[in-house]
């Protein structure tokens, strides 16, 4: 398994090792990367294999293939987070984007 740093990616690392754990698979981490282009860049070589957000799927290229993990406690809340004192018109329409992009959105 290759996953990101815990310096940069301990967050995820501990929410995966936790989903692991309950489901009684230890996660075996032989290969890590400070970056998203690094981390993909041992799959493509062929190093092993990584488990990557869904939302970061844009930058992989072609040459990895990507499969889904349908499971529902593989799942990760995203929120937004912005200023409170900005009122720019950049920032209004970036959020109205948002809300057209997630119809639940409680922006």
Not at 49 to 72: K, M, N, Q, W
């Amino acid at each position: 398994m290759i996953l990101g740093d815990m310096k940069e990616w301990g967050e995820y690392r501990w929410r995966l090792a936790n989903l692991f754990i309950e489901e009684g698979i230890e996660l075996d981490v032989v290969l890590e990367a400070s970056n998203t282009l690094a981390l993909i860049g041992l799959v493509a070589a062929g190093l092993g294999i990584t488990i990557y957000p869904e939302s970061l799927i844009g930058f992989i290229g072609r040459s990895v293939e990507v499969r889904p993990i349908i499971h529902p406690m593989f799942k990760s809340e995203t929120a937004l987070a912005w200023r409170r004192s900005n009122h720019s018109k950049q920032l209004r329409a970036f959020l109205d984007i948002a809300r057209n992009l997630v119809p639940r959105a409680t922006i």
